[in-house]
Structures are given as C-alpha cells and as structure tokens.
C-alpha cells in the first residue's frame, strides 16, 4: 500500500505557455483545498471527478498564479490514486512557488518515473507499457513512437502473458505427475509436452527476431563516418542533417572533435558520429582527437568509411581499413563528381563482399543509394510494425533467457532426464518471461527502468 502522497513540475523546464504541476495520493485533494480559490467558490474536494476549474493559487491572501485546476478521483486515473494537476503559467518561478506550497502541506519530491512506477504498482499497466511511455516520450522517429503505442495498449504484453501462460501449464503437467509417482507420463503425453514446448520455442524465436528490428527502430544505430584527413566526411554528416552543422573546409584536420547527431534514415534513427581523420600525430590535441575517434569505431554498430574518389588508396586509407575490416562497413567513395582516380579493386581486395557506394556530398549524389543501403544492411523488406511486439534491450534479453530454457527443456525430454530437472528449466522460463511484464519483479528492476524517467511522468 502507497500511503503518501507525491508532486512534481511534470513540463519541462524553460519559459512555456503552460506548465503542469500534479499530485498523485491521498493528501492530493486535501492540499489543494488549502490553496486553490475558484472563481464560483468551491472547493476541489467538492468539484466531480475528471473535471476542470477556473481559479487561482494563492498563500496567505497572496495570490502566485491565475491556474486550471483539474481533479481526478481513484481508481480512474493514471496512478490509480487521487490526483489534481494544476495547470499554470509556464514561467520557472511560478511554477517552482506552486510545487513548493504542495510540498510545505504534506506532499513529498516525486523520484524520475514515479509517477509512472505507481501506475504500475497498482496494477493499472504492466513493465511493457511502463517502458513503452518512456518509449513514446524518447521517439525520435514515426515508426519509432508507432511501436511504443502498440506496446502502450497492451497487444504486446498480452502475447508473452499467453506464451507464459502455455508454460505455466506444462509446469503444472510435470508436477502433477512429480507429486503422483505411481502415475507416470504416457509416451503420449511427453511427446504432446515435447510438441508443445517445441511451438513455444518458435514462437519466442520470432519475437526475438522481430524485436531486434524493434531495438534498432527506439534506440538507433550509432553510426561512426571515419577515413583520412579532407576525405569529406564533415560534408557527408552535413549532408545527412540537410544543414551545415559542422564547418567543411579544403584543409586537413578542420575536425578536431567527435560531432554527434541524431537523423532519421527511412524510419531508422541514426546516431551519426562524424570522427577526426584517423592520421599519425605527435600534436597532443590530434592525438586525442584521433583517439576518440578509435574508441568510437570500438563501439559503432556500423561504419561509414570515406574513401577519396579522386585520389589513389594510400597507407593511410589502408590502415583504416585494417581497423574495420572486421565490422559493418559501407564504404562510401566520396567526390564522385571528380575524375575518378580510385580502383574499386582494389578497395574489393581488401574489404572482401562490403557493399561500395558512390556518393558526392558536395553535391548531394548518391545520398538516397546510401540511405537505402543503411536499411537494407538492418532490415530486408519493409517493416511489419504490428509483429514487433518488445523492443527494450532488458526484454528482449530477458525473452532469449526464456528461449534458452524452452530448449533445454525439450533436450531433456529427449535426453530422457528426471521431471525434476525440467521443471526448474520451465520454470526458469516462466520467470523469465515474467520479468518482461512484471509478473515477476524486483527493486532492481524497477530501479532500473523507471530511473530512465523524467521526473514528473
């Protein structure tokens, strides 16, 4: 039981038409009965649920800010507890004087999420759509915010509950017959279990696959543009954002710092980082830039090398080439609008079956080839948002435990193993399967999520 009661600025910070300040628990009402002056008189804990007011906040006859005020009773609101929301100017001060009055009377700091966390608690949303909110607040793109709104109506937690469900049934077969000895498994009924845990099995492979997909689409592909010194790669990250964010000139080196920029590619978020040319330096500034620029293509889900196509391969391009040979490459032959000096077979020697396209940032050529190899490179076909159903890193991690288990169960089954034994990797995989939607939970785990919040929602 959650007895207190919590308040938070749940805008964000800045000068805004409108900010909100809201309350979630039982003193709720009672508070802003103290500090809330309508203009017909009445007091929130008399206005009707779900309903809005006109009045103002003041403290000791001093009036803080002409505000709506909104009352909604439990169990029909977001947290499932009494809450007001007060919508007020959008200026800091006043903003920070209403959430301080809540404060004084009873109400305590909201954590980040914990508003969120209550919804939760009190059973009005499991974990998927807890973290498919902080997924529709973190969009970034339309197909991005498309998932985490399936998630958020509960198609996606219906689905692992119904595959839970299946193996919490054949959990229940194992230990009827654990506890009935004299009563052993027909042939039959194993070969139906062994049948059963099989379709589980191809069930959550397609899910995970789908929400690999889901992954790439809410957390984006970091993306790293490295090559030599005057290749081009500050124009091609220009040219990518469509607007000159990093300063593009004929001399080597102008980029002596990682430049980091989100776009959408085709529904993809793309974490671009454009690095320092990769050269060999005795300068303490481009030693550390070149630096930062190693770690980075270290931790790149893929690379974009620059290649200058008016120019022969170098040692340099060479060792950059040795660096990423072994990750996602697209080698991007850049100023195609140049006579080309470059041997493309000689780039194929060394980077065995990695896609090659020409581009001229200058120019804006090639840059849709480019886009469409990105895609492609993640995805083939277009993409089913309907069938990806998880797409947090802690679920679908948390699915492929569950798989690894389903197959263990049914090796045992073949391997002809006691019942016992299955039954502790079926129920491994149900707890893992319920650590997904919060059947199963711990404080870790909430922490864990819900610190990703902002404080407010």
């Known amino acids: 039981m959650i007895n ?33 002056f309508a203009k017909n008189s009445k007091k929130p804990s008399a206005f009707k649920s779900h309903t809005l007011h006109y009045g103002h906040i003041a403290v000791n006859g001093k009036d803080i800010d002409e505000v709506l005020l909104a009352v909604m009773r439990n169990p029909a609101t977001y947290t499932r507890e009494d809450m007001v929301e007060i919508n007020c100017h959008g200026g800091v001060v006043c903003l920070r ?42 969009s970034r793109t339309d197909e991005s915010l498309n998932i985490a709104q ?11 509950k119904l595959v839970r469900a299946g193996i919490i049934e054949i959990a229940a077969r194992l230990e009827a017959d654990i506890n009935f000895p004299e009563e052993d498994l027909k042939p039959s009924e194993t070969s139906s279990i062994r ?8 069930e959550l492979s397609s899910i995970i696959d789908f929400a690999k997909k889901g992954a790439i689409l809410r957390e984006g592909i970091t993306t790293v543009i490295c090559g030599k010194p005057n290749v081009g790669k500050s124009s091609l990250m220009n040219s990518f954002l469509k607007h000159d964010r990093v300063i ?12 980091e920029e989100v776009v959408n590619v085709r529904g993809i978020p793309l974490k671009i980082v454009d ?6 330096a005795e300068d303490d500034i481009i030693k550390e830039s070149v630096e930062r620029s190693m770690r980075y293509m270290e931790t790149a889900d893929l690379v974009l090398l620059v290649l200058d196509s008016s120019d022969l391969l170098t040692e340099q391009d060479l060792s950059i080439i040795d660096i ?17 000096a470059l041997q493309i077979d000689e780039i194929k020697k060394h980077l065995h079956n990695k896609v090659i396209i020409r581009v001229s940032a200058k120019q804006k050529l090639g840059l849709e080839d480019l886009e469409k190899a990105i895609y492609d490179m993640f995805f083939s076909g277009k993409i089913i948002i309907g069938s990806i159903l998880l797409s947090s890193s802690r679920q679908i991690e948390a699915a ?37 939607t919060g059947e199963v939970f711990t404080e870790e785990i909430l922490n864990s999520i819900f610190s990703r919040f902002c404080v407010g929602k």
């Open 97 to 138: 004087q209403v959430l301080s009055l809540l404060l004084d009377l009873g109400a305590r700091l909201a954590d980040p999420g914990e508003f969120t966390r209550r919804a939760f608690l009190n059973g009005r949303i499991d974990l998927i759509q807890a973290e498919a909110v902080c997924g529709i607040i973190a």
């Open 4 to 36: 207190d009661t919590i308040a938070a600025i749940s805008t964000p910070p800045g000068e805004n038409g409108i900010g909100i300040v809201r309350m979630s628990g039982p003193l709720s009402i009672d508070i802003a009965d103290k500090i809330f």
């Open 195 to 202: 049948s059963s845990l099989a379709h589980i099995a191809e």
């Open 324 to 340: 990423v040979k072994d990750k996602k490459v697209l080698v991007v032959v850049n100023k195609s609008d140049l006579p080309e």
């Open 275 to 280: 690095t320092a040319g990769i050269i060999h």
């Open 400 to 436: 492929k435990k569950a798989l690894v288990f389903v197959e263990s169960a049914i090796g045992g089954i073949d391997e002809h193993r006691p019942e016992e034994l299955l039954m502790i990797d079926i129920k491994d995989a149900a707890e893992s399967l319920g650590l997904i």
């Open 248 to 259: 593009v000139a004929p001399l080597a080196g102008t980029t002596r710092d990682t430049i």
């Open 150 to 160: 399936c998630q958020l109506k509960g198609g996606a937690s219906q689905k692992i």
